[in-house]
């Protein structure tokens, strides 16, 4: 459902954050994405949804190209790509509940989500949403008054409230400690299951991803170097990721 069609990023500084990528990620996958630091996974998941634009190459969403797109068409895509962020990208002064239902404004024309009137059924949606993650009871405090990981189930919320289909997580844990990691790895992996949303995460944590995943994609130097299920992914697989010559090994 989503599809990379022989994608290149060059920045306008001439670094190449991806390097000639061709990979299609089936609806409901649980991807985690590993690489050394610069080797491209931010550039991969930012382009999925536009924050990135991209070179050369396509990609796209369920047959639609997002690269093409314009205008509505492109809102419409964005719409159902959800994304949370290692330092969970909250509006710290509002509350729980206004961060959720930012998730609606896709949904809604301008100027009524500026004066902040959401029709009942979206904040029912956002109450249901920040039970899913555990945290309803937190809805009138201010966002900056929770704990990290409260802050990241928010993120969470937010992104089950915009009912995308998709979820990407660029290092969702990072700034977190080990137990709460757990915690929202677990939440993360139950709305991806129960859900059916198609995710794809970026860890820096190799015992993580091995935990988590259900296919590993594998980057180095923006090039796609590992394709293949979590039980293909050994230590030496891991191994040639963070540290191997380059060229490809697809286990798919
Ligand atoms: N806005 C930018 N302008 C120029 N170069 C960039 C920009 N963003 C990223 N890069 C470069 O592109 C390459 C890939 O970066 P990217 O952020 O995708 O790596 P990453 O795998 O996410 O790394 P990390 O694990 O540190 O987050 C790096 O060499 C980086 O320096
Ligand atoms: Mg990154």
Redesign the pocket.
Known sequence: MIEFKNVS?T???G????NNVNVTINEGELVV?V????????????SINRL?EISSGEILINGNSITKAKGKELRVLRRDIGMIFQNFNLVKRSTVLKNVLAGRVGYHSTLRTLVGMFPKEDLELAFESLKKVGIEQKAYMRADQLSGGQQQRVAIARTLAQQSKVLLA??PIASLDPVTTIQVMDDIARINKEMNITTIV?L?HVDLAKKYATRILG?R??KLVFDGPVEKATDEIFDFIYNGKTEEISEN
Request: glycine share 18%; net charge neutral.
């Open positions: 990023k920045y306008p500084n670094v190449v954050g991806l994405i690489g050394l630091s610069g080797a491209g996974k931010s550039t991969f998941l930012r990135n660029d290092e970026n820096h980057f130097e923006g």
